[in-house]
């Protein structure tokens, strides 16, 4: 598949788009890591903003105090939910589990 070549204007637009993207799952993970948003509203927001339904499980597990890449990882497997799960392709159950696991 050849991608057409972006003009400069278009190519100013997408990078722009990927800084408020990278900006609102940033703002989401300080907000949740303060408890300042809890972990349903974070759901809630993944299902009306794109921005945060592509960001990653593991990365919003990590940015929790005292959880680290290995604990995430070991929370993630005893809800099934898969390395590489984003935040949009979480099932119910599967939110339900992430919320008992996380005790939020």
């Known amino acids: ?3 057409k070549d972006l003009t400069p204007a278009e190519r100013q637009a997408a990078r722009q788009k990927a800084l408020d993207a990278r900006t609102a799952r940033a703002k989401v ?3 949740f890591s303060d408890g300042t948003i809890s972990l349903s509203q974070v759901f809630e927001r993944a299902d009306s ?3 945060v339904a592509r ?3 593991i ?3 990590t940015s929790l105090k005292g959880i680290g890449e290995i604990r995430a ?3 993630m497997e005893q809800c099934d939910i898969s390395a590489n799960r984003r935040l949009r392709g979480l099932g119910h159950r ?3 589990a992430l919320r008992e696991a996380l005790g939020r």
């Open 73 to 75: 990882q070991t929370i």
């Open 1 to 3: 598949m050849v991608l």
């Open 29 to 31: 993970k300080t907000e």
């Open 55 to 57: 960001m990653r499980t």
């Open 49 to 51: 903003d794109e921005a």
């Open 94 to 96: 599967q939110r339900t």
């Open 59 to 61: 990365d919003l597990l």
